[in-house]
């Protein structure tokens, strides 16, 4: 099986872009590989540190081996936004194909040491293991929370935006694999409706960097902004808030309707159907499948 690195290299040269969702437990991963697999298109796993806690570190990454081993599928685990070397660290320790040092608050110069430390590590744990590991880091605040938004996050703004000369000067220091940058995109649902992405800034950064783009926040975005920053060079797209809607929405429905039913199994099931519809819809826009 070709390696996450080599995914991202064909899902460029395609000018298509790999889903990113996040799970905090076991129904969403059947949501999102049963959408996956029906496509037949590659897909990255997320946890972020809460995420992770919930989950456990060890069981996530047990459970997409598990499953990339069993199907020879191309499903990737991603420790996203970890705020600190050492959670970086145990991510990678415990296997994780990638990581996300997310020093986003630091200055700039903070920001790159701690990112360059991470990057090195990975590069030293890899050459032991012989592991392709990939490590991505944040430049420009795009906000915290995978979740419903009463307004715009406060220290986002189209001002904040990440500067192409700041991007290139960050990975040319740091050696990072892949960066996320902020052009418009915020995490969470805005009620009123999501800010625009700028495929403008996207396609200034992959200029002014040369290496693959993440678009984080994407929930709540538009189908047509997806497409002009994909076309622009973002090659992967982080998905969350959706999902947890989704799944909390259809599991609370299917209680309301069915209050004496008692087994998870029956009515989690709902959830995992949610979820893989959401999906599905998303892994279809990204990679181009009408
Ligand atoms: P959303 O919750 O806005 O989709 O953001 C997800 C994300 O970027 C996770 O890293």
Redo the contacts with the bound molecule.
């Keep these: 099986m070709k390696t996450l690195r080599e995914y991202i290299k064909e899902a460029d040269e395609k000018g298509i872009a790999i889903g990113?969702f996040?799970i905090s437990n076991l129904e969403a991963l059947h949501g999102i590989y049963n959408a996956a697999k029906k496509l037949n298109v590659p897909v990255i796993i997320?946890l972020?540190e809460g995420e992770e806690e919930f989950v456990g570190r060890e069981e996530a990454v047990a459970l997409v081996k598990a499953l990339r081993a069993r199907d020879n599928f191309p499903i990737f685990l991603n420790a996203?936004?970890h705020y600190g070397f050492e959670s970086v660290k145990a991510a990678l320790d415990a296997g994780y194909d990638a990581a996300i040092i997310d020093a986003v608050k630091l200055p700039l110069e903070e920001n790159i040491i701690l990112t360059k430390k991470c990057v090195d590590y990975a590069r030293e744990l890899g050459k032991k293991e012989n592991r392709d590991i990939l490590i991505e880091a944040e430049l420009g605040f795009i906000g915290t929370s995978?979740k419903i938004l009463d307004a715009i996050p406060e220290g986002v703004s189209e001002a904040t935006m990440t500067k192409p000369e700041d991007a290139k000067h960050f990975v040319e220091a740091t050696g990072v694999d892949l960066l996320a940058p902020s052009v418009g995109n915020?995490?969470?649902?805005v009620k009123g409706g999501n800010p625009r992405l700028h495929p403008e800034v996207v396609k200034a950064i992959r200029e002014a960097t040369g290496i693959p783009l993440v678009l984080?926040?994407?929930?709540?975005s538009m189908n047509e902004d997806f497409v002009a920053c994909i076309a622009e060079g973002i090659d992967i797209v982080?998905?969350?808030?959706?999902i947890r809607v989704a799944y909390r929405d259809a599991v609370k429905k299917f209680l309301n309707e069915n209050p004496n039913e008692v087994a998870p199994y029956k009515f989690l099931k709902s959830g995992v159907e949610a979820v893989e519809a959401v999906v599905e819809a998303r892994l279809k826009l990204f990679n181009g499948i009408k």
């Design positions: 990113h996040n997320g972020s996203d936004h995978s915020v995490h969470g649902m984080h926040g994407g929930s709540g982080h998905i969350n808030t959706e």
